[in-house]
């Protein structure tokens, strides 16, 4: 069902006016028991990693432990329509992405609608992805790699964490914007795609800085670009795929979101820890180290993020017609 940007950003900015339980269910501070912070992906992926780092910050600041589950499958659907299904509560909650954005558009048939059934509840950050390619790939540039592709056809895979992934739709996008012949070749997570790149089994992965820094760092993987308009504090030495490929841009980013109908102040508790989190100096730094532009906001600022994104990556699936495995 395709929706128009006016009615996305009406969901998204609806989806915060929640229906309220009676307050005296709600007389026991928030959080009174362990929150469950549904990750729809394998551990060591860009989105376990920053949901670990946060949640960590929440679980010592807020008394109460907040568990990391790992629901991998069917590129985030798994582990979302767990979530979709859970008292609205604010006791389990969804790791979400831009691959949410993405699934809206690629998945025909899915049984549930992002945006009408997760709330947005607040944002982490965005992280810039990096063209990355194994240290003994004959290529120290993007105008190299380019080169190279055009000079072997058929020779390059591409890694991703699934279909629809972000380091998915950055292989896509370049390789429409250049032409390369590149084959996908999809994982389950972001760790052992980044596996098999470092021992050479595919040529070349669009993934997230959060994920792959310190591969870059201990010089197992070798960076060409990132998916950025600018620089990347974390690899400042590392130039931008634009200045190459006029126009490529993509961004990952990372924030959590609650089934629909989980009470407003519960909802806006849940998004202020997460505001307090971030604004730490540790925490911040630490963001800073994975290449993380921070997010903070209200509920609805997250929501038009989500919906703008929904409207901008579907335009991209529908032109190159890209189908789920």
Not at 149 to 161: M, V
Not at 176 to 202: E, F, K
Request: net charge positive.
């Amino acid at each position: 069902m395709k929706i128009s940007r006016r009615k996305f950003l009406h969901l998204a900015a609806g989806s915060t006016v929640l229906p309220a339980l009676p307050r005296t269910a709600w007389a026991q501070a928030y959080p009174a028991r362990p929150v469950h912070i549904i990750v729809p992906y394998a551990a060591a992926g860009p989105n376990d990693i920053v949901a670990r780092v946060v949640c960590q910050w929440m679980s010592e600041h807020l008394g109460q432990p907040f568990v990391i589950e790992n629901r991998p499958g069917a590129g985030t659907n798994v582990g979302t329509e767990t979530v979709v299904h859970s008292p609205p509560d604010g006791y389990t909650v969804l790791v979400v992405s831009v691959s949410h954005a993405i699934n809206a558009t690629l998945y025909d048939k899915l049984n549930f609608s992002f945006i009408r059934d997760i709330a947005p509840v607040a944002g982490i950050m965005r992280v810039p992805n990096v063209m990355l390619v194994n240290p003994a790939f004959p290529a120290h540039s993007v105008r190299d790699f380019i080169d190279y592709g055009r000079a072997n056809p058929g020779k390059l895979n591409f890694a991703s964490s699934g279909v629809g992934a972000s380091n998915h739709m950055g292989g896509e996008l370049f390789k429409a914007m250049t032409g390369l012949d590149m084959t996908h070749v999809p994982y389950r997570s972001s760790g052992p795609a980044l596996t098999d790149l470092i021992s050479g089994q595919v040529q070349v992965m669009f993934d997230s800085l959060a994920s792959s820094v310190e591969h870059v760092r201990a010089g197992r993987l070798r960076p060409l670009g990132v998916t950025t308009t600018t620089k990347a504090d974390a690899l400042p030495e590392v130039p931008v795929i634009a200045d190459t490929v006029p126009g490529y841009e993509l961004s990952n980013w990372f924030g959590f979101g609650m089934p629909r109908n989980t009470p407003a102040d519960v909802v806006m508790a849940f998004n202020k820890s997460v505001n307090e989190a971030i604004a730490d100096p540790k925490l911040k730094a630490r963001l800073a180290e994975l290449g993380g532009i921070l997010m903070p906001g209200s509920p609805a600022d997250f929501g038009k993020l989500i919906a703008e994104e929904t409207e901008k990556w579907g335009k991209v699936i529908r032109s190159a017609n890209i189908k789920p495995a």
